[in-house]
């Protein structure tokens, strides 16, 4: 839907899964996924572990300011999902290009690819490495503030629904949840978070996407893009797709989160 060009601008979400199901079935709908697998491992290592090591030191900063509980977690989440992104985008942006690029196959002007080593040679062949970092600054303008504002809400939203709960979010031990009350709350700031960051930063990742994928005589700017984007279509030209990047944030966010916070607890050890 993002990198849609004159007369197909309009299509919805729904008509985008039905044509991708009709000419490739099943597998269609996870074009790119054993790149992005590959991918996502080392980017995700280095991801979380920056953002643990700066959140903890972003919390002890808050600290010694005057702030409530979820402005505090807010502040700390938003700053550690900023730095992480920003550390993690060397490994992750050539997955995303190679990612996207088979994820558009069938659609008119696309270049056509057997298979993730095919990009990989193609773009290497035409624009060396600097291909696979196409919209690198963009990928680092989209990702950084969308991490930034997906962890400050979920730190901020789940500090709230404890509030309103009656829990004390440090989990006391005289006044602990319980475990399905722990995954639902979790879930539902995954929820809140992924709807937050996909409202607010969809236009970048529009932009960032075009820059990617569309390949021309003239390499695109992003100058040159958000132009063609509002020609074409107007100020919903920068919002296309927002539909399915809502779902996807919210639904990838949900599970990361509750997977990510139940291993926290597992890995934890208790003191004596």
Not at 61 to 72: D, G, V
Not at 102 to 109: A, D, F, H, S
Not at 181 to 187: C, D, F, L, N
Not at 213 to 222: F, H
Request: proline share 4%; with cysteine; hydrophobic share 40%.
């Amino acid at each position: 839907m993002q990198v849609a060009t004159k007369g197909q601008m309009n299509i919805s979400g729904l008509a985008v899964v039905k044509g991708i199901l009709r000419q490739d079935g099943i597998r269609g709908l996870y074009r790119g996924f054993g790149t992005m697998i590959v991918g996502t491992i080392p980017s995700r290592m280095v991801f979380l572990t920056s953002l643990e090591t700066t959140k903890l030191a972003a919390l002890n900063i808050t600290a010694n300011f005057n702030l409530s509980e979820p402005t505090k977690a807010a502040v700390a989440n938003g700053i550690a999902g900023l730095v992480s992104s920003l550390l993690s985008q060397g490994i992750f942006v050539p997955i995303d290009v190679v990612s996207q690029r088979l994820m558009i196959q069938g659609t008119p002007e696309a270049t056509k690819y057997s298979g993730g080593i095919d990009v990989v040679q193609k773009v290497l062949k035409a624009d060396g490495v600097r291909g696979l970092y196409r919209g690198f600054g963009m990928s680092v303008i989209t990702y950084s503030p969308s991490s930034a504002v997906w962890w400050a809400s979920y730190g901020a939203s789940q500090r709230m629904i404890w509030k309103i709960l009656g829990y004390d979010w440090t989990y006391a031990e005289h006044d602990k949840p319980k475990p399905w009350q722990v995954v639902s709350v979790q879930a539902v700031g995954g929820i809140v978070a992924g709807s937050v960051a996909s409202v607010i930063t969809t236009p970048l990742d529009t932009v960032k996407t075009r820059l990617q994928v569309i390949d021309t005589i003239e390499k695109p700017t992003i100058y040159s893009t958000v132009k063609t984007l509002l020609k074409e279509d107007g100020p919903k030209g920068l919002y296309r797709g927002l539909g399915p990047r809502f779902l996807s944030m919210s639904a990838w966010g949900t599970c990361m989160i509750v997977s990510y916070e139940f291993l926290k607890r597992l890995s934890a050890k208790t003191e004596a």
